[in-house]
């Protein structure tokens, strides 16, 4: 049973009659949501909190990504310093790629991430065909 909603309920100051305040989601989230939500760019930060990867290394561990939205992927993580990009010198010359300190501050919400999902995600389309 629901109880009626009467003035003495609203905050103090509050009009009686106004129209609710529209809620906003905090603009941080917002922002983070909006960049590492973009795809692959998260999977890209686990994938490197395991340690440095090669661009090769990446390719192979990131299932379905092509070399030039991982080229670009790579590019905008480490424009905005959530990973580096190191060259050493060879022969041959290798580039590496790693997490930046803002990047690896990411890892305890990406394991909780991480951890979330995979005790209430199903684990492929097909699974939520079937429960439907």
Not at 28 to 46: P, S
Not at 77 to 87: C, D, E, F, H, N
Request: proline share 6%; charged share 20%; glycine share 10%.
């Amino acid at each position: 049973m629901s109880e009626a909603h009467n003035v003495s309920d609203a905050p103090a100051g509050a009009a009686s009659g106004s129209a609710h305040e529209p809620r906003a989601c905090d603009g941080a989230l917002v922002r983070a949501f909006g960049f590492l939500g973009k795809r692959w760019n998260g999977v890209i930060i686990g994938t490197l909190s395991d340690g440095p990867a090669s661009f090769s290394e990446l390719r192979r561990a990131v299932h379905g990504i092509s070399d030039s939205v991982l080229s670009e992927r790579l590019s905008e993580l480490a424009k905005a310093g959530l990973i580096q990009r190191a060259v050493e010198a060879g022969p041959p010359v290798t580039v590496e790629y790693r997490l930046a300190p803002s990047g690896e501050a990411l890892e305890p919400a990406l394991r909780a991430l991480t951890t979330w999902a995979a005790a209430n995600l199903p684990r492929s389309v097909e699974e939520v065909s079937a429960s439907h």
